[in-house]
């Protein structure tokens, strides 16, 4: 049997699924950190009414 370029044999019938997985035996692989303010600290409101007030 040749496996297909994905590296799997598409003869293989998938009719019994894995053991699943539970939640706490899974580890994140990727350091997190807190996504930057979409504002950049600015207020945008403020901003928009000095941009619009003339």
């Known amino acids: 049997m040749e496996a ?5 044999d598409d003869s293989v019938d ?3 699924l894995p053991e699943p997985v539970r939640l706490e035996d899974t580890v994140t692989s990727q350091e997190t950190r807190e ?10 409101d403020t901003e928009w ?3 619009n007030s003339g």
């Open 4 to 8: 297909s370029s994905h590296g799997y």
């Open 49 to 51: 009414l000095l941009r």
């Open 35 to 44: 996504a930057p303010s979409p504002t950049m600290g600015r207020d945008a």
């Open 14 to 16: 998938f009719t019994t």
